[in-house]
């Protein structure tokens, strides 16, 4: 059974930092593109960051970019979102994702995404 389980997160002030982690289990971890999409109240769920299965590639949201940083170690199964100057309106649930999709401009999607992690929620006091 495959588990995607996501810490981090919290509340912090505008310009701060966070770190969400997400912990995947019950499969071959580095056969998966990774991602982070995130859900504003009111809105629909946004693509963040993607990282292909190897590390070598990335891509990122126009809005999120040069600020975040998505990684991954496959030794420990586990993918980050390392978030600077975090701003008001990066306030969201994040949540991480697993395609099996080749790494490319498609993995914006969210429908091409098989696996979720629960949520965990962003609060950015401006």
């Known amino acids: 059974q495959v588990q995607l389980v996501q810490s981090g997160g919290g509340l912090v002030q505008d310009g701060d930092s966070l770190r969400l982690s997400c912990a995947a289990s019950?499969?071959?971890?580095?056969?998966?593109?990774m991602a982070w999409f995130r859900q504003a109240p009111g809105k629909e769920r946004e693509f963040v960051a993607v990282?292909?299965?190897?590390?070598?590639?990335?891509f990122y949201a126009d809005s999120v970019k040069g600020r975040f940083t998505i990684s991954r170690d496959n030794a420990k199964n586990t993918v980050y979102l390392q978030m600077n100057s975090l701003k008001f309106e990066d306030t969201a649930v994040y949540y991480c994702?697993?395609?099996?999709?080749?790494?490319?401009?498609?993995?914006?999607?969210?429908?091409?995404?098989?696996?979720w992690g629960q949520g965990t929620q962003v609060t950015v006091s401006s």
């Open positions: 994702a697993l395609s099996t999709r080749a790494f490319g401009p498609s993995l914006k999607i969210s429908a091409y995404y098989l696996g």
């Open positions: 019950g499969l071959t971890f580095s056969n998966y593109a």
């Open positions: 990282i292909s299965w190897s590390g070598a590639s990335t």
